[in-house]
């Protein structure tokens, strides 16, 4: 099911005052995609999607549309819309066993569409097999763990063979491994059943694993809608590069092709003028001596060898914030990295956003 959002804008009154939680937004979900909604907190991600289930109205005079295929929806109430929800915070109803948690809503379907009770077994059956949960069936919701919960919430989120998958933080509450665990899940069960899903995080690690494309909001504003790789690669603007990973600055002055920040100098093709360049932590090489490009005494602070990659914190005079750079642990080892250790960097490379246009550069010899 294809879904097509056109001008959704949204204020909330909450006395004299006036928040703006949407600007119209534009946006055509194709069938079977799963979209991750990224943004901060405030960005407008949840109004967005309780605006898609029905939840919530557009602003009435934005001339906002929402259209389910050729359906349109706009006016349809919540539960017309053919729409599955799964929420953070599990919701299941305490006193019903995992099974009739996820039955519930075919028992309570009106008497001429209801499945008959053989029928409402194997489809609850089958879906705690998808969901692993057979074995659980005949369970209270307290005597599992968050990780099965949500896992029984999507179970009967999909009872009702919905069109559209609507899941709002749904892995929020849980602990790392296990959300891990439930994304590569979840997107086995997408891909399995073929619905199409939106699902809203602020997580950046989690939207661009689990989406077909990811939407980054901020400001009430989708900033971009794209592959992950492409969102990751190629941001649209400054807020997209930060929001989607760490971030070293360089802010300095270029003149005749140097950039000089206090004692630190860096050739680069620039024109004269002032200048900031922004790195990823895996964009900054250490090394024992500068190089005739690039000039940047910096001291070891902080190491962490945890994981696949070390990360090393960087400080110095000629920087407001210290610097991160994750490097091999063969260098790690190579460079004999210590606290308190001066080394020196040099970006392999770097990236500059003048207005909303950003570009990107190695660094060039002198
Ligand atoms: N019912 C409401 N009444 C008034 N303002 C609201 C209401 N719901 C949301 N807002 C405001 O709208 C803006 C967008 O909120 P929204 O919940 O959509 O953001 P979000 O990106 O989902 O944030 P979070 O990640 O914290 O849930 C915020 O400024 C919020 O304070």
């Not at 879904?3 to 928040?19: D, S, V």
């Not at 929806?73 to 539960?79: E, F, P, Q």
Request: proline share 6%; net charge negative.
């Amino acid at each position: 099911m294809s879904i097509r959002l056109h001008n959704i804008g949204k204020h909330f009154e909450t006395g004299r005052q006036r928040t703006r939680a949407l600007e119209p937004v534009n946006l055509d979900i194709h069938d079977g995609e799963l979209i991750g909604l990224l943004g901060p907190s405030g960005s407008g991600k949840t109004t967005l999607l309780r605006i898609i289930a029905g939840l919530e109205t557009a602003d009435p005079d934005s001339g906002a549309r929402i259209l389910f295929g050729d359906r349109d929806v706009t006016d349809l109430h919540v539960r017309d819309r053919r729409i599955g929800f799964v929420f953070q915070h599990y919701a299941l109803f305490r006193h019903m066993t995992v099974f009739d948690n996820v039955a519930f809503g075919l028992t309570v379907m009106p008497r001429k569409h209801r499945p008959s009770a053989g029928e409402i077994r194997v489809r609850v059956h089958r879906l705690l097999e998808m969901v692993q949960l057979e074995q659980l069936a005949n369970r209270y919701p307290a005597q599992l763990s968050g990780g099965q919960q949500q896992r029984v919430s999507l179970a009967r989120a999909l009872a009702l063979r919905p069109d559209v998958l609507l899941l709002d933080e749904p892995f929020g509450a849980l602990d790392a491994k296990v959300r891990q665990e439930l994304r590569r899940w979840l997107r086995h069960l997408h891909d399995e059943l073929g619905f199409t899903s939106l699902f809203v995080t602020h997580d950046q690690e989690e939207a661009l694993e689990l989406s077909d494309r990811v939407a980054v909001m901020s400001n009430g504003r989708i900033e971009q809608i794209d592959t992950p790789e492409a969102v990751y690669r190629e941001p649209a603007n400054r807020f997209v590069f930060e929001f989607l990973g760490d971030v070293n600055h360089l802010e300095g002055e270029v003149r005749d092709g140097v950039l000089t920040c206090g004692e630190a100098r860096l050739s680069v093709e620039l024109p004269d003028g002032p200048e900031e360049l922004l790195l990823r932590p895996h964009e900054v090489h250490l090394v024992d001596t500068p190089t005739p490009e690039a000039r940047l005494p910096v001291t070891v602070t902080a190491i962490s060898p945890v994981g696949a990659e070390v990360r090393v914190e960087l400080a110095a005079d000629w920087l407001g914030e210290p610097w991160l750079a994750t490097v091999r642990h063969a260098d790690y080892e190579h460079l004999d990295l210590q606290r308190g250790q001066r080394l020196y960097a040099i970006p392999r490379r770097w990236r500059r956003f003048s207005g909303h246009v950003s570009q990107q550069r190695q660094p060039t010899p002198a």
